[in-house]
């Protein structure tokens, strides 16, 4: 037996400790850099008998490992090693080998394993159309995770689904369900599949017939190419909609002011500066707009030298019963008299810092081929304005479009005219809007909807004049060098009656040519011209150039389009009494007799 004292008390020392054995006892057995615990025991007798144990466990390969070996004089060996490792493996392993002499041996081996890749898996699949399915899918994995799962999915289509899923893992036992049951979300749904036109399909061949040969293609394939994408809202649930069906959003309603005995009223006016908000006070101002203007105009009275000191060169914010007008003062002018003095001035809207002398005119090509919105976009490109259109889009081809010396107000004024549009500025947002000069033909309002009624109650004046125009039901419009010639007539005449020719470099498109003869069409005919003042009230905002306008007098009734309008508000020096009035020009077709 070998006896191990320790004559002094335990410090802390790095592990392993080695223990040396003088003399002539063999040093131990070289450790490796393994991490894990190695634990020694030698002794010898004169027979040179020897023993050896190592009990290790190595974070390496996670895994425990046993040898035992000894060895006699007379050269016998035999050895037993036993092995188990998991970790990448997730398996068992044990190996056996013994060896009795050098001449003799016997080697055995056992090797069991079970990877990821081991396991065991059923798969159902059921399945009668693309929108309704049944999948059950069932694994077992026996790994160190024990772990069995099970999961039932039933889809019928996008609008209804149930998901029930099981787990069960290891040792911790426990059981998770998941039910879900509910109608699909609302979506939009887009798709370019073949859409079949409505009605009787006519199918016209260019090419004479040829009799089918053999080497002819038989039998004759006729293809669709895939329709333009086009995209409609789903608004959710399944065979029976699971929310009530919404109307939509974009149907107009008229605004009509109420009917009343009285109409009892506080007229309010301000105006402040728009660089730093200072207060400007005002005596009168008039503004007014019509469809041939691409900015609206006006002209304003400051009750004071300091206001209009304050308001030249301005751009003003005017706030007339919570309405928001721009004017820009341009013109200044002093009108003096013995005992009194009045300042005033002239100016033009917001749209005219796009135009001289704030802005340069400038030559223009379009180099490339782009979209009519496009150009006017290249047009007022970093003025931080924004083009809006209303309008049909076509394609301008390259070097189809140029204009000399103009600026930017004018050209995307000039662009607009030319396919029978005009411009609706918003000064609030900087954004210019594209619509046609008549969003309502005058030979069609009888079917449109109106965006404003006006009864007697509110009418204050009328007035009435004829307008003598020629008549056409068609014309001739087409471009220059990458134009396209068109003619175009009113539906259900018999477009006979032509009106001047149109030739202009934008009409590149039969979009274009459509537009701009809409536009021809329009203004061709003898108009009745309405001028009517009202007031300008919570219910009846300003009036602007293109609305459709009803007006009720007595017991007759008719539509007309807005051609112009004139907002005036003045206060009275004695009394203070603001007065707020609004005059809208209405134009209309002659009815025949």
């Given at each position: 037996m070998v006896i191990i004292r320790f004559s002094r008390p335990y410090a802390s020392r790095l592990s392993p400790i080695v223990i040396r054995f003088g003399g002539d006892i063999e040093p131990p057995l070289p450790i490796?850099?393994?991490?894990?615990?190695?634990?020694?025991?030698?002794?010898?007798?004169?027979?040179?008998?020897?023993?050896?144990?190592?009990?290790?466990?190595?974070?390496?390969?996670?895994?425990?490992?046993?040898?035992?070996?000894?060895?006699?004089?007379?050269?016998?060996?035999?050895t037993i090693i036993a092995g188990w490792a998991s970790k990448a493996s997730e398996g068992i392993s044990y190996g056996l080998s013994?060896?009795?002499?050098?001449?003799?041996?016997?080697d055995f081996a056992i090797s069991w394993a079970l990877p990821t890749s081991h396991q065991t898996s059923i798969d159902i699949l059921w399945k009668t159309t693309i929108s309704h399915q049944t999948d059950t899918v069932m694994r077992w994995l026996d790994v160190a995770a024990e772990r069995l799962s099970v999961s039932v999915i039933w889809h019928d289509g996008a609008a209804q689904h149930i998901q029930h899923t099981l787990r069960y893992k290891g040792m911790r036992c426990g059981t998770e369900h998941l039910l879900k049951w509910a109608p699909h979300a609302a979506r939009w749904i887009c798709s370019t599949k073949y859409r079949p036109p409505v009605g009787v399909v006519s199918i016209r061949f260019n090419d004479p017939f040829t009799p089918l040969t053999s080497?002819?293609?038989?039998?004759?394939?006729?293809?669709?190419?895939?329709?333009?994408?086009?995209?409609?809202?789903?608004?959710?649930?399944?065979?029976?909609?699971?929310n009530p069906v919404l109307p939509t959003i974009d149907f107009k309603i008229p605004i009509e002011p109420q009917i009343?005995?009285?109409?009892?009223?506080?007229?309010?006016?301000?105006?402040?500066?728009?660089?730093?908000?200072?207060?400007?006070?005002?005596?009168?101002?008039?503004?007014s707009r019509s469809r041939g203007q691409w900015a609206s105009s006006g002209s304003l009275t400051f009750s004071s030298r300091i206001d209009a000191l304050r308001a030249a060169d301005e751009l003003l914010k005017i706030t007339i019963n919570g309405y928001d007008l721009y004017l820009l003062c341009e013109s200044s002018s002093e009108t003096r008299a013995f005992g009194s003095a009045s300042y005033s001035t002239s100016g033009r809207g917001r749209l005219a810092l796009l135009s001289a002398p704030y802005q340069k005119s400038i030559n223009y090509m379009n180099t490339v081929s782009r979209s009519f919105i496009g150009l006017m976009s290249d047009v007022i490109v970093n003025t931080g304005w924004t083009i809006v259109s209303e309008i049909t889009d076509f394609t301008v081809p390259a070097n189809a479009f140029s204009y000399a010396a103009k600026t930017p107000a004018e050209a995307i004024s000039l662009m607009a005219s030319a396919v029978g549009a005009m411009l609706d500025i918003d000064d609030e947002t900087q954004t210019i809007t594209v619509i046609p000069q008549w969003p309502t033909v005058p030979w069609d309002t009888e079917s449109a909807v109106p965006d404003v009624i006006i009864h007697d109650s509110v009418i204050l004046d009328f007035s009435e004049r004829r307008e003598i125009r020629p008549d056409a039901n068609a014309v001739f419009v087409r471009g220059e060098q990458q134009g396209v010639a068109a003619k175009v007539k009113r539906s259900g005449?018999?477009?006979?009656?032509?009106?001047?020719?149109?030739?202009?470099?934008?009409?590149?498109?039969?979009?274009?040519?459509?537009?701009?003869?809409?536009?021809?069409?329009?203004?061709?005919?003898?108009?009745?011209?309405?001028?009517i003042r009202t007031k300008v009230?919570?219910?009846?905002?300003?009036?602007?150039?293109?609305?459709?306008?009803?007006?009720r007098k007595g017991v007759d009734?008719?539509?007309?389009?807005?051609?112009?309008?004139t907002i005036t508000a003045s206060v009275n020096e004695s009394t203070g009494v603001v007065s707020v009035n609004q005059t809208v020009t209405l134009?209309?077709?002659?009815v025949a007799a």
């Amino acid at each position: 037996m070998v006896i191990i004292r320790f004559s002094r008390p335990y410090a802390s020392r790095l592990s392993p400790i080695v223990i040396r054995f003088g003399g002539d006892i063999e040093p131990p057995l070289p450790i490796d850099n393994s991490i894990g615990i190695e634990y020694g025991m030698v002794w010898r007798k004169p027979i040179a008998v020897e023993t050896q144990t190592v009990l290790a466990e190595a974070a390496s390969h996670i895994g425990i490992q046993f040898d035992v070996s000894w060895t006699l004089n007379n050269g016998t060996e035999q050895t037993i090693i036993a092995g188990w490792a998991s970790k990448a493996s997730e398996g068992i392993s044990y190996g056996l080998s013994w060896k009795v002499l050098p001449q003799t041996r016997n080697d055995f081996a056992i090797s069991w394993a079970l990877p990821t890749s081991h396991q065991t898996s059923i798969d159902i699949l059921w399945k009668t159309t693309i929108s309704h399915q049944t999948d059950t899918v069932m694994r077992w994995l026996d790994v160190a995770a024990e772990r069995l799962s099970v999961s039932v999915i039933w889809h019928d289509g996008a609008a209804q689904h149930i998901q029930h899923t099981l787990r069960y893992k290891g040792m911790r036992c426990g059981t998770e369900h998941l039910l879900k049951w509910a109608p699909h979300a609302a979506r939009w749904i887009c798709s370019t599949k073949y859409r079949p036109p409505v009605g009787v399909v006519s199918i016209r061949f260019n090419d004479p017939f040829t009799p089918l040969t053999s080497a002819a293609v038989n039998p004759i394939i006729i293809r669709f190419t895939p329709s333009p994408e086009y995209c409609y809202f789903d608004d959710g649930g399944g065979l029976i909609d699971a929310n009530p069906v919404l109307p939509t959003i974009d149907f107009k309603i008229p605004i009509e002011p109420q009917i009343r005995r009285s109409y009892l009223m506080q007229p309010q006016i301000s105006c402040v500066r728009v660089s730093d908000g200072a207060v400007v006070v005002l005596k009168s101002v008039s503004i007014s707009r019509s469809r041939g203007q691409w900015a609206s105009s006006g002209s304003l009275t400051f009750s004071s030298r300091i206001d209009a000191l304050r308001a030249a060169d301005e751009l003003l914010k005017i706030t007339i019963n919570g309405y928001d007008l721009y004017l820009l003062c341009e013109s200044s002018s002093e009108t003096r008299a013995f005992g009194s003095a009045s300042y005033s001035t002239s100016g033009r809207g917001r749209l005219a810092l796009l135009s001289a002398p704030y802005q340069k005119s400038i030559n223009y090509m379009n180099t490339v081929s782009r979209s009519f919105i496009g150009l006017m976009s290249d047009v007022i490109v970093n003025t931080g304005w924004t083009i809006v259109s209303e309008i049909t889009d076509f394609t301008v081809p390259a070097n189809a479009f140029s204009y000399a010396a103009k600026t930017p107000a004018e050209a995307i004024s000039l662009m607009a005219s030319a396919v029978g549009a005009m411009l609706d500025i918003d000064d609030e947002t900087q954004t210019i809007t594209v619509i046609p000069q008549w969003p309502t033909v005058p030979w069609d309002t009888e079917s449109a909807v109106p965006d404003v009624i006006i009864h007697d109650s509110v009418i204050l004046d009328f007035s009435e004049r004829r307008e003598i125009r020629p008549d056409a039901n068609a014309v001739f419009v087409r471009g220059e060098q990458q134009g396209v010639a068109a003619k175009v007539k009113r539906s259900g005449t018999a477009g006979d009656n032509f009106a001047a020719d149109i030739v202009d470099k934008l009409i590149t498109d039969n979009q274009a040519a459509r537009m701009r003869a809409t536009a021809e069409l329009s203004n061709a005919g003898n108009k009745v011209q309405s001028v009517i003042r009202t007031k300008v009230m919570a219910d009846l905002p300003p009036i602007r150039p293109g609305m459709l306008v009803v007006v009720r007098k007595g017991v007759d009734v008719f539509k007309s389009v807005c051609d112009s309008f004139t907002i005036t508000a003045s206060v009275n020096e004695s009394t203070g009494v603001v007065s707020v009035n609004q005059t809208v020009t209405l134009l209309r077709n002659e009815v025949a007799a």
